[in-house]
Every structure is written in structure tokens, then in C-alpha cells.
């Protein structure tokens, strides 16, 4: 079974219900060559995973360009992927002392310019604003937004790790729906189940995409009674499957009903493989309930 797509239809546009990350690809045991970076794609795309998560700043400003060198070695994969990127955070450095956001238009233009040439592609599929900018002017951004998809180099525009009220407010001041809100979200930390995050979603009819989803891989090597004791309910509810523990993990993604989008972290192609058949063991609703139990450490009220 092949990881299926999930519609965005307001958008008239779809990514692999689970998504790559290329946040640790500079970390990869194996190195960062082209022809690393290319194994992991096509193995990717035989999976049916065809959407890659970006942002510039990953790999301090590196991963970009690995990532692009490796498509310039086989430019007919141009065509079988989708790409998200993020920009906006400024990192400390010689230019910069201080670490800052920059959602001015001159930046956000400046950014996307940057990353088609560091991708080596014509067009970004999604660009999202990577963190929430208080001093963002939405109506300026709104209108860089526009301006980028009307030369054709962007195709849709949506947000991460903003708050319902910062998502509405700069959706009020851009006439297209932002395609989605990617957020912190796994067992350790809820939030976006109680504070609007994911009900905000659901009413604008759009996927949240979901960062973390293994909390860093606290899940799997766990140290606190909380992280023991979630380990154990995935172990025990792996076994009544004859499947893994992380399959049970994303499984445990699929339930809810705004259509979270996992994005993969790991660097090895087993981990890949594995976490693609998490769509074979769907979970009761009690199963649901039981792992959130664990994690929280108390019943739901």
C-alpha cells in the first residue's frame, strides 16, 4: 500500500499524506552527497511520499542547495515532486548579532528568490512564513504574496507554528486561503488539540501539517515516567497488530478529523519504509484515547 495524497480542495492541490523533512539532512551518518540525497527521494516517491518539507535556514543555510544539487543530477524528478519551504527567521551570525524575524516584503521576495535558485527549480509549490513576526504588517505581506504567485513563482503561501488569532489575522489581510498552519504536535505535547489550533483548521477546510512528530525521538527512547509509559501503550498496542511501534505512532496521526500531514524526520531509509505502512493499521477510537492518556499521565476529564 502506497501513502496516499490528501486533498486540499479550496486549493485545488494535494501532498502525500506524509511528508519528507529535510531539517537533519546535513546530520546523515551516511553523508549528504547527491547520491545519498537522491536514494532517499526515489525511495520516497516508490513509497508514494512525493512532498518535501524545506526551510532556508535548515542546515544553516545548506540543505537548500544539497538538496538542489542532488535534483540537478536527475532533473526528470522536477516534474514527480512537490516542494514546501519556510523562510523568515534571521540566525545571528556577522550580519546579524541578534536572532530576529523578517517578514518584510523586500525579505520575503528576496528569500523565495533564494530558494528557487538554491532548489534549481522554477517554482516553489508552497512557501510558508516560519514563525510568527510581531512586527509583521499583514496587509504587506498579504500583498508580496500576491505579487510572487502572479510572476508564477509560488503557488500557494500558508504559515507555521501561528496561533489561531495570528493565522486570522493575516488571513484577513490575504484574499487567496493560506494553505495550512504547520505546528509542534505529538502525545508530549497536545496543545493544538485544546487551543483553537486544530478546531481553526477545521473550520477554514485545510490540513495542519505536523513538526516533531516523534517529539525528537523521545517517543521511542524515553527517560520519564510519561515517555515510559507512552512507549508501553505503543509497544502493547504494536503487538496486538503485529506492527512497530512507530507504525502505531503516525497511525495514531491519521484520527483525527482535520487531516494532519506528519512530516519524517529520520535520515534512514528503514525508518522511511516503515513509517509508510502505518496507513495498514488504523486505531480504535479507545486505542486513540489510551495513548493520549499515557502521554498527558491523566484521563481526559
Not at 156 to 173: D, E
Request: proline residues 7%.
Amino acid at each position: 500500500m502506497k501513502v496516499p495524497q490528501i486533498e486540499f480542495p479550496i486549493h485545488k492541490f494535494s501532498i502525500s499524506r506524509l511528508v519528507y523533512g529535510i531539517w537533519r539532512l546535513h546530520e546523515d551518518k551516511e553523508g549528504s552527497s547527491p547520491e545519498r540525497i537522491l536514494e532517499k527521494i526515489e525511495l520516497c516517491l516508490s513509497l508514494g511520499i512525493d512532498t518535501f518539507d524545506h526551510a532556508d535556514i535548515y542546515g544553516g543555510f545548506e540543505n537548500e542547495e544539497l538538496f538542489g544539487k542532488a535534483l540537478s543530477k536527475l532533473p526528470s524528478l522536477k516534474s514527480k515532486i512537490k516542494i514546501i519551504t519556510k523562510c523568515g527567521i534571521q540566525i545571528p551570525g556577522s550580519k546579524f548579532p541578534t536572532k530576529h524575524y523578517n517578514t518584510s516584503k523586500e525579505h520575503i521576495r528576496y528569500s523565495v528568490e533564494r530558494s528557487l535558485r538554491k532548489l534549481t527549480v522554477d517554482k516553489l509549490d508552497v512557501v510558508l512564513i516560519h514563525r510568527p513576526d510581531p512586527l509583521m504588517d499583514p496587509y504587506e505581506l498579504a500583498e508580496i504574496f500576491e505579487v510572487l504567485i502572479t510572476e508564477g513563482k509560488v503557488n500557494h503561501f500558508g504559515v507555521s507554528n501561528f496561533t489561531p488569532s495570528q493565522f486570522q489575522m493575516l488571513q484577513s489581510a490575504y484574499r487567496r486561503p493560506l494553505f495550512t498552519n504547520q505546528v509542534e504536535f505529538h502525545p508530549f505535547r497536545t496543545e493544538p488539540l485544546f487551543d483553537g489550533t486544530f478546531d481553526q483548521i477545521l473550520e477554514s477546510r485545510i490540513h495542519p501539517m505536523i513538526w516533531s512528530p516523534t517529539a525528537g525521538g523521545r517517543i521511542f527512547v524515553p527517560k520519564t515516567e510519561r515517555e515510559v509509559a507512552t512507549h508501553s501503550k505503543l509497544q502493547e498496542i504494536a503487538k496486538k497488530y503485529g506492527s512497530s511501534a512507530d507504525q502505531v505512532l503516525y497511525s495514531w496521526f491519521l484520527n483525527h478529523p482535520a487531516g494532519l500531514v506528519p512530516i519524517l524526520g529520520t535520515n534512514e531509509p528503514k525508518r522511511i519504509q516503515s513509517a509508510a505502512e502505518c496507513f495498514s493499521y488504523p486505531l480504535t477510537r479507545v486505542e486513540w484515547f489510551s495513548i493520549l492518556e499515557a502521554a498527558r499521565g491523566k484521563e481526559v476529564a
